[in-house]
Nanobody, 122 residues
């Protein structure tokens, strides 16, 4: 069992930065692939970024070059550094953990956090 708690969301102007954090409980955190997804009302949950247990990283085209995912296994944490934010980045951001499967599919993730709101004003 893995419990995930996100933090770091908020309101920021376009062009600004935010850093999201996800703290995980459980002794096997280092063996999980971790991902960040986002969702706006009326739309499906969208893949943002993922990091494998080995540290390989993957990004959606819409955030490539602006967002950076990282993990610190000693702290049981994963992070999402978001730079050059745009109004279209506004969403609830979710942290998730998966033991296997494709990194970009939310259906492959076993555990989810409660989400943190990110709002980017123009």
């Amino acid at each position: 069992q893995v419990r995930l708690v996100e933090s770091g969301g908020g309101l920021v102007q376009a062009g600004g930065s935010l850093r999201l954090s996800c703290a995980a409980s459980g002794r096997t955190f280092s063996s999980y692939g971790m991902g960040w997804f986002r969702q706006v009302p009326g739309k499906e949950r969208e893949f943002v970024a993922a990091i494998s247990w080995r540290g390989n990283t993957y990004y959606a085209d819409s955030v490539k070059g602006r967002f950076t995912i990282s993990r610190d296994n000693a702290k049981n944490s994963v992070y999402l550094q978001m730079n050059s934010l745009k109004p279209e980045d506004t969403a609830v951001y979710y942290c998730a953990a998966r033991s296997s499967g494709t990194y970009y599919s939310p259906n492959m993730y076993d555990y989810w956090g409660q989400g943190t709101q990110v709002t980017v004003s123009s």
